[in-house]
């Protein structure tokens, strides 16, 4: 789930740096790199998710198990 995630932002900031330097008008250029700027913050946000899940329960797989307290 992580995986699938985290390659489809970084399919999505592949065309927002497309974007930016195709765009026909300067404001496309940078509303893409505005969107590339907040695609990244959500990469590092989903990666630090799957590396606190995996720190927790020993791997990203669902687990319905209750933590040991």
């Known amino acids: 789930m992580y995986l699938a995630g985290m ?31 907040t695609k990244t913050v959500l990469l590092i946000a989903t990666g630090t998710l799957a590396v606190l899940r995996f720190a927790r329960f020993g791997n990203l797989a669902r687990d319905d198990r209750k933590p040991d307290r």
């Open 7 to 37: 390659a489809a932002i970084v399919v999505t900031m592949f065309l927002a740096l497309a974007r930016a330097a195709i765009g026909p008008t300067v404001f496309d250029r940078i509303l893409a790199v505005n969107m590339f700027g």
